[in-house]
Structures are given as C-alpha cells and as structure tokens.
C-alpha cells in the first residue's frame, strides 16, 4: 500500500519502557543468532489502531527455543518454559511478564476442522496461516530493521477502511471457530465484513461446518464473546447469521431485553466484583427469556461443576424470586433475603429486568442494598465471653439473628446480647 505508517513512533507511544527494552534485548540476540523476529497478531493490529499494548507475541524465523533462552538468560528471566513440540518457549520475567515466542510455523489441516499439524516455515507462511488480514502483519523488531511493517495480505489497508477479510477461500471450512471470530471483530471494531468474505461465512454456516467443531472450542469463543465490551453488537450479528441458535440452543433472542440486558451501567461494574463467574452474567442475559433453555446449554458444552452450579442456581433462583416478589400481599424482609440469598449475582440483573411492576423492582432493591449486607454486631468472640461453649450453636444463634435484625426486631448490639442471654440460658 502507499499509506505512510511511522512505526518507530507508534512502537515508542504504545509499549511500555519494559516493553521496549524487551524489545531491544531481543531483537540484539536474533541479529547475533542470525534469525529474523517480528511481534505479529492482534499486537500489530492494536498498535496501528494506536492502541496501548499488553502482551507480546513474538514469532521467530530460526528456533524460538534458542532465542528465548539467551533473552531469557540476559534478562535474569525466573522461568523458561520450552515446548519442543510446537517449538516454542515461554519465558517469565521477574516482574512476572510472561513472553511467548513461537517459530514460524505452516499448518496443514489433514480434514476440516482437525488440529493442524505443524512444520518449520517462514513469517510469510506463518501469516498466511491466520485468520484475517487485519491479524496478519508482523512488525519486524530484528536489530537494525525494527518497526519494519510486514504486510503480505493487505491488512493495513483493510484496516484503514474497516474490513475483515479472510485470506483464502476455505479459510472457514478449515478453522470454523473463525466464523464466531470474525463476527466478534465485526462488533468490537465496527468493521464490515468483505463481500467475498461474507459470502464464504454464510455458505460455511449453511454447510454446518460449526457442528463439525468440539463444544470445547465454541465455548472458548463465548467466553471471549462474553468479554467485550459491545455484547449486544456481537449477539446481533450472530443473530442476522443465523447461529444465535445454534451456539444458545433453546434461548430467546429479544432484541429489547438484549439492548436493556448489555447496556452496562457503572452498578453493573460494581456487581462485577461479586461474581464468581462473570462471563456467566452473559449466559444469564441470554437465557433469561426462557430460563428452562439453560439445562440445553449445559449438556451442549463441557462447563465446570461450578459453573454448572451457577447457572443451575441463577435459573432457579430467577424463578423462585419471581414468583415471591411479584405477590400481591405483604412480603417480609426474612422471606426476600431467604430467597435472594440463593440466587449468585451473575444472575441479578437478569431478574431485575423481568420485573415489571414496581414494587417488585422496590423489594429487589431492598435486598441489593441492604439486606444482603445485614449481619449480626455480635461474633462468635461475643459469644464465648457469654460464657457459650463454642460448636455448630454459633452459627445457628447467629443466623438467627441476622434474621431477626432484617425483620427489625433487634436494633442494635446491647439488643443483640440481651436475646442471647434471654433465649440461651
Ligand atoms: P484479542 O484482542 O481478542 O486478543 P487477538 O487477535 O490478539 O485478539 P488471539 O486469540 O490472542 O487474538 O490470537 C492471536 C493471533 O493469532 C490473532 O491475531 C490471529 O493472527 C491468530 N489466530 C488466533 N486464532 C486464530 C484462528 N482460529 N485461526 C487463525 N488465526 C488465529
């Protein structure tokens, strides 16, 4: 292309001093190896996009292994982790960095969507392997040629006008979890898909090439999916291609409830830190139309006892809390808390957007703002000095307590002590 990039400059404003001086260490020993190295992948996307960067990704034309260890050595690294396989090496840095070098390699793929077979190659054909060509440039950082843009496909052009665009036509039918890659690009960057690319994806979805891919993999991408920051973006596309069905079997898709779901708000950041799971939060909203369909998502994918535990627990409790905060009579704060405390937070927001009355989204609140957060002033300490013999009592006392104090009978901890006194002497 005849776009003018400033590398250098580029290289100097977006990767840390440590960065840069990683940088140095290993291009200096490449030179000396006689090897060429380049950083490449998402890196040199991010960096053209003027992003801040975070980790590098580093491919070595010449046996990563050798390389990694000098720069590992030079740099006092703590940890050097070869794999002599797939010919590569991790090293890890004292301040706990960790640096993966590969070698170039070339895939061949023996039938759809088998794990490739690896061979020794150069960048080119290493790039060449990759799924778009926005994530196939390489930036070499060997000594004397650093901020060298390598950009065999057309990436940076794509890049400048907004296009993902696959390198070969079968470019899907050999990695099928590309199709959910390139749709999560297409959110996350506000891209457009290549005519020809297109094209291919919808034919590649047609032919139920995703079905031929373990759920293992697919549920990897969700995850990611689940990480960005436009969900709703990336749930619409899947939606308009037709696989919203087939990675969410048995949900709904509404459009409303998904636009209101994944619009984040600063409580939801708050309520971030309290899940265990948070990508599960995602699952949750997508589901939340049709709890039932959660029990097909966990049998399609090999999920955690934990996360199963979750999800099992957030459609539970949806329901449960439904039907308890929607009643028309009075419903004391024991009964709330009773409910409430059985559903994870991953599954919150999902219940608070099925209210519809307001004064259920009121009963809500009391317990996202207070009751869960209730607890008895007295501890097991207090007991002991009572004279109570420590064993599975305290606990009981104690639970009882935090109930009586939601119910408001007991105000303070001169209150908390005389029921003890009064109840367990
Ligand atoms: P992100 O910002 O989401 O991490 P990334 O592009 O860095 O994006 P990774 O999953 O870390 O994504 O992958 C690193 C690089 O490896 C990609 O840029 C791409 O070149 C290549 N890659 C990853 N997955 C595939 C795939 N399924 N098929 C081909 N190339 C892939």
Redesign the pocket.
Known sequence: GSFEVNLKKLLDENISPEGQELINVVGKWASQLGMRVFLV??IV?DLLLGHKQKDL?IVVEGDALVLAQEVGKTLSAIKFIPHERFKTASIILKNGQKIDFSTSRVEFYQHPAALPEVEVSTIREDLY???FTI??MAIEITYGHIGELFDPFGGLLDLREGIIRVLHNLSFVE?P??IL?ALRFLGRFNFKLEENTEKLLVDAIAGGFLNLVSSARILYELK?IFAEKDILKILKFLKHYGVFQEVFPKAFYEEDYLKRYFNYTVEYFRLLKEMKIPWLHGVMGVYAKNLEGIEEFIKKYPLTGEEEEVLRQGALGIKEALKLLSLSREVKGVEIFETLTKLPPEGYWALYLLLDRFRARERFKTYFEELRFIKPEITGEDLKALGLKPGPLYREILHKIKMLKIDGVLKNKDEEILYVKQNYF
């Open positions: 992948g998402g996307r990704d392997r990759r799924d994530n196939s990695d979890t590309r890659r990611l």
